[in-house]
C-alpha cells in the first residue's frame, strides 16, 4: 500500500495558542476548555506512566489561576515551564507558529514511498503538539512534534528541531515511521 496523503494536525498547538494569549490578557480559560486539551490527540498519544490527563490539567489549571504547580516528575516541571516560557514572548511564540502552519507536505508523498518496506498506511499524520521533554514520538500512522522544539532562526528564514532543519527532520521521521 502507497502512501496518499500527509496531514498535518496543529489542534493542539491552535488551542494552547489561544491558552497562552488569554492568560497573557489577564483573563482565565473554564476547566471544560482544558478538558477539551486533555483529550486533544497530540497530548492523549504522548501519555504514559509519568505524563497523563491529570499532569496536563494540573499544569494549566496552575497557570491560569496563577497558583503554584508542583510538578511529581520531571515531564510534568517540564510540561509545566514550557507553557510558562511561551507566555514570556508572545513574540517568539508566533515565530514559531507561522512557519508550523503554513506547512505541507504533500511534497513528500513520493519521496517517502520510493523509501518504504512494509505499505502498512495509507495516511500518515504529522501532529505537533506542547509536550515535555522528546523531541517526537512515533504512534501507529502519526509522528508528534513537541511544538516546544521548534526553533526559528534568528538570523535567517530557517527553522530546526532540535539541530536538525525542520523538513529534513520531518522527512528522515516518516521514513523511520513507515519502516518501524
Same mark, same amino acid.
Given at each position: 500500500?502507497?502512501?496518499?496523503?500527509?496531514?498535518?494536525n496543529?489542534d *493542539?498547538? &491552535?488551542?494552547?495558542?489561544?491558552? !497562552?494569549?488569554?492568560? +497573557?490578557?489577564?483573563?482565565?480559560?473554564?476547566?471544560?476548555?482544558? %478538558?477539551?486539551?486533555?483529550?486533544?490527540?497530540g @497530548?492523549? =498519544? *504522548?501519555?504514559d506512566?509519568?505524563?497523563? &490527563?491529570?499532569?496536563?490539567? $494540573?499544569? @494549566?489549571s *496552575?497557570i491560569?489561576?496563577?497558583?503554584?504547580?508542583?510538578?511529581?516528575?520531571?515531564? &510534568? $516541571?517540564?510540561?509545566?515551564?514550557n507553557?510558562? !516560557?511561551?507566555?514570556? =514572548?508572545?513574540n517568539?511564540?508566533d515565530?514559531?507558529?507561522?512557519?508550523?502552519?503554513?506547512?505541507?507536505?504533500?511534497?513528500?508523498?513520493d519521496?517517502?514511498? *520510493?523509501?518504504?518496506?512494509? /505499505?502498512? %498506511?495509507?495516511? @500518515?499524520?504529522?501532529i505537533?503538539?506542547p @509536550?515535555?521533554?522528546?523531541?517526537?514520538?512515533?504512534?501507529?500512522?502519526?509522528?508528534?512534534?513537541?511544538?516546544?522544539?521548534?526553533?526559528?532562526?534568528?538570523? =535567517?528564514?530557517?527553522?530546526?528541531? /532540535?539541530? +536538525?532543519? !525542520?523538513?529534513?527532520?520531518?522527512?528522515?521521521?516518516?521514513?523511520?515511521l513507515?519502516?518501524?
Open positions: 500500500m502507497l502512501i496518499e496523503s500527509i496531514s498535518v496543529l *493542539a498547538v &491552535e488551542a494552547l495558542l489561544f491558552f !497562552w494569549n488569554t492568560i +497573557k490578557d489577564r483573563k482565565k480559560v473554564t476547566e471544560l476548555f482544558i %478538558f477539551d486539551v486533555m483529550a486533544m490527540q @497530548l492523549k =498519544d *504522548a501519555y506512566d509519568e505524563f497523563n &490527563e491529570e499532569s496536563v490539567r $494540573g499544569a @494549566l *496552575a491560569t489561576n496563577r497558583e503554584s504547580y508542583s510538578s511529581k516528575n520531571r515531564k &510534568e $516541571g517540564r510540561f509545566y515551564s507553557n510558562l !516560557w511561551m507566555l514570556e =514572548d508572545l517568539y511564540t515565530r514559531m507558529v507561522q512557519p508550523v502552519k503554513k506547512l505541507n507536505l504533500n511534497y513528500l508523498v519521496k517517502i514511498n *520510493a523509501t518504504q518496506n512494509s /505499505g502498512r %498506511f495509507k495516511d @500518515l499524520e504529522v505537533f503538539s @509536550l515535555h521533554y522528546e523531541e517526537f514520538i512515533i504512534k501507529n500512522n502519526k509522528l508528534i512534534i513537541n511544538f516546544f522544539s521548534v526553533q526559528p532562526s534568528n538570523t =535567517d528564514e530557517g527553522v530546526y528541531i /532540535g539541530e +536538525k532543519e !525542520w523538513l529534513s527532520f520531518i522527512e528522515e521521521k516518516l521514513i523511520e513507515i519502516n518501524k
